[in-house]
């Protein structure tokens, strides 16, 4: 399972005078639930309508499942933001539509989770609550059978329970056949014990992409006297630094384990949204730790200049 | 079978939350040799959490011996724990009550020790998953 | 994909479909009952002139509005095809299916083209064989009447699939259906009135006129020709003008005003009239004619729609 999904070199996407997206290179293994992070308008909808083959770049490539994006449109699922769905159509029709338009459709799989999740067949989606177009779209985008999913921000608009189910099936299918999900939030939290691969996306740049483990492994909250704070920063990669005149908080970058300190450090690990937001909040800082491809510099562990 | 529950404010690593709750079964006999884990899609589809995490959590135990996993059939609990730590208990909570008087010798209160002993923790812990 | 566009476009489709048959039903009714009347009347009598006449007129004020049945096949069935898709977001779920946006685009194209296609043809093939029940009639409107030449034949068939095409281009560009139906529509009416308007003379260019010289005021031209201009000679067979006035005035016929009939007067005097008009068995020519023109600027733009699909959503959002 170490072949890649997704793959994007130097991938830049330009709407008139704005770039959307620019410089973007990573690399997805397959059979990852990849959180793509980023406040609003940072570029996560552009990438993932880049991989969807809906738009084409202005720069640079962008590769799924070994080919141009595109290209495998019967192993990738892209569900777009605001969920669309024919609204004169009824449950079947969409169904219906899936079946028609893909020459692999899990007709079986479809009926059965909309069962379980008592949406009727014969409604018109147009009359369905938000919450219940949201799980037809994801049942006609799971019932291809993709290997690729792409959702952009699929919790939006869904209630704690909506993303509950949402999340659980979401998981369950990925234990059951190995699908790569690609999905963008803004919201950290919603991630967390779903995602294992971390994708931060900011002004339109990818800023950090990698196992979210290694990245948590990775990386430490150092807090001492502001005074021992120099000394750090010339030995290890600093992410945020954050000082008052006696007092200092670093977040380090340390892929090879933390160096001895002196004792006065208080060291700690970091959570999952603290890192994010250092990121975000730190937009010159990058890790891309190890998962560039070849053909592409690694810019791990130096910071953008 | 046991039933999967996850804390999430408390901090700990969602693995290790399911490898202490399998350990907890062994302890108060709810899991016996021989059981079958839920298989992750299972627990998966209840707890809404990565299949990896699941099976990171079961390659946890067994490393340290607890459960076999077989291909094809599932994870089954090996050996049980508990019934023979009673005397280790005993006498563990016999060195925790000197620590605990030493350390109100020494001046310290209540939070004063709660907090110590969390961080001595927080601290084995990290050595031990480093 | 055929059933995803039956689905998608069924109301339109059907619609037009019910309208095209409940106009058949009143020409064939109507049609029906001009055969009747007409039984046992002498061909070329004024008694049956004047009722062919009067059946002519009874339909003659809805004619009129033939020349904007074609339009609504833009607006309705044109227009929505990739505007809808654009504006519901459904861009989105319709391109990212196995079947490719190429694909999408061109099954779409090709189906309901030519379901409005049909549409034009039945209506023009209607049409006229409500016109031949007329026919003793003499006055081969169907060519002359601007409404009814667009209206019959194949050449309706072919203004239903360019104003459709139109309508799907302005959708492509656009992305909104309101828009791209007003520019639908404005993209028929400028075809309309260069075509058809007198003051392009577009469909001058169709044939070459026949030229038919006169020195007597009877008409020369065959009932039922387009005209397409006449000149006065003079006596020595130049042409002077197509005004009737000022050659009168340089003739020296009595001045009677710029209104009078002065070509007694001038026919006497030895000048001569060169008329040029179509005749009426040129009716198919022009169809024909007209038919390939606007077929072609379907096609033409049809093709630009196509090759526009690979990127369905393009560079802009």
Redesign the interface.
């Known amino acids: 399972m170490t072949e890649t999904v997704l793959e994007a070199t130097g991938l830049g996407k330009r709407y008139r005078r704005r770039w959307a997206l620019r410089d973007c290179s990573l690399a997805v293994p397959a059979g990852r639930?990849v959180a793509l992070v980023g406040p609003n308008g940072a570029g996560k909808t552009t990438l993932l309508h880049l991989a969807a083959g809906l738009l084409a770049p202005t720069a640079g490539t962008v590769r799924v499942l070994g080919s141009p994006a595109g290209h495998e449109r019967g192993r990738v699922a892209f569900l777009a933001q605001d969920k669309p769905l024919y609204e004169t159509f009824t449950v079947a029709d969409m169904l219906r539509f899936g079946r028609r338009m893909n020459p692999v459709w899990d007709d079986g799989f479809a009926r059965a989770r909309l069962a379980g999740l008592d949406i009727p067949l014969d409604h018109r989606t147009g009359r369905l609550s938000g919450g219940q177009q949201a799980q037809v779209a994801l049942t006609v985008a799971l019932a291809k059978r993709p290997d690729l999913l792409l959702l952009d921000e699929p919790m939006a608009n869904l209630d704690p329970l909506a993303r509950?189910e949402v999340?659980?099936?979401?998981?369950?299918v990925?234990?059951?056949t190995g699908l790569t999900v690609l999905l963008s939030s803004h919201v950290v939290s919603d991630l967390?014990?779903?995602?294992?691969w971390l994708v931060v996306v900011n002004r339109g740049r990818v800023q950090v992409s990698g196992d979210i483990e290694d990245l948590l492994g990775a990386h430490h909250l150092l807090s001492g006297p502001a005074e021992l704070a120099g000394a750090v920063a010339s030995r290890l990669a600093v992410v945020e630094d954050d000082r008052t005149d006696r007092q200092a908080t670093l977040l380090v970058r340390a892929t090879d384990g933390l160096p001895a300190l002196d004792p006065r450090w208080h060291v700690r690990?970091v959570?999952l949204e603290e890192l994010v937001l250092s990121y975000l909040r730190q937009p010159e800082s990058a890790a891309l730790p190890r998962l560039v491809m070849a053909g592409a510099a690694p810019t791990d562990p130096v910071p953008f200049p | 079978m046991i039933d999967f529950r996850?804390d999430?404010g408390s901090?700990v690593a969602?693995y290790l939350q399911l490898v202490h709750q399998v350990k907890q079964a062994l302890r108060l006999g709810v899991l016996h040799a021989g059981d079958r884990l839920p298989?992750?899609?299972d627990v998966?589809?209840?707890?809404?959490?990565?299949?990896?995490?699941?099976l990171k959590a079961y390659r946890e135990l067994e490393r340290e011996g607890l459960v076999t996993a077989r291909p094809g059939l599932g994870t089954f609990v090996e050996r049980s724990l508990g019934t023979a730590s009673l005397v280790d208990h005993a006498r563990l909570r016999r060195e925790l009550g000197r620590v605990v008087r030493e350390g109100r010798a020494a001046g310290l209160d209540d939070e004063d020790l709660r907090a110590l002993f969390t961080s001595v923790l927080t601290d084995s812990f990290?050595e031990e998953t480093a | 994909m055929l059933w995803l566009v039956w689905r998608q476009h069924r109301l339109p489709v059907l619609v037009t479909s019910v309208l095209l048959l409940a106009f058949g039903t009143v020409l064939l009714v109507h049609g029906l009952r001009t055969v009747d009347l007409t039984a046992g009347l002498a061909a070329g009598s004024e008694e049956l002139d004047a009722l062919l006449d009067r059946r002519f007129h009874d339909l003659y004020l809805f004619f009129n509005w033939l020349p904007l049945v074609p339009a609504l096949a833009g607006l309705f069935l044109g227009a929505p095809v990739l505007a809808r898709e654009h504006e519901t977001g459904t861009a989105a779920l319709a391109w990212t299916q196995s079947v490719s946006p190429r694909r999408w685009v061109v099954t779409k194209l090709l189906v309901l083209g030519t379901v409005v296609t049909l549409c034009g043809l039945a209506l023009g093939a209607m049409l006229n064989a409500w016109l031949g029940t007329l026919d003793e009639l003499g006055q081969g409107n169907r060519f002359a009447l601007v409404p009814l030449f667009g209206g019959s034949g194949v050449v309706s068939g072919a203004w239903w699939l360019f104003s459709f095409v139109m309508g799907v281009a302005a959708g492509t560009v656009l992305r909104r259906t309101v828009p791209a139906m007003a520019v639908a529509l404005a993209a028929y009416v400028v075809a309309f009135v260069v075509i058809v308007s007198p003051i392009v003379d577009f469909r001058d260019m169709y044939a070459e006129p026949t030229r038919v010289v006169q020195d007597s005021p009877a008409d020369a031209r065959p009932a039922g020709s387009v005209s397409a201009g006449s000149d006065w000679l003079d006596p020595d067979g130049r042409t002077v003008d197509s005004d009737m006035y000022p050659v009168a005035s340089a003739a020296g016929c009595p001045d009677e005003g710029p209104q009078f009939d002065y070509s007694p007067c001038l026919f006497t005097k030895g000048y001569r009239m060169a008329v040029e008009f179509y005749p009426p068995t040129m009716y198919w020519r022009f169809q024909w004619t007209e038919t390939a023109i606007l077929t072609g600027v379907a096609l033409a733009v049809g093709g630009l729609v196509v090759w526009s699909a690979r990127r369905p959503t393009g560079g802009r959002r």
Request: glycine share 2%; hydrophobic share 45%.
């Open positions: 639930v509950h999340m659980r099936d979401l998981m369950a990925v234990a059951d967390e014990n779903t995602c294992d690990p959570a | 996850l999430k901090g969602t298989t992750a899609k998966v589809a209840k707890l809404a959490i990565n299949p990896n995490t699941v990290r």
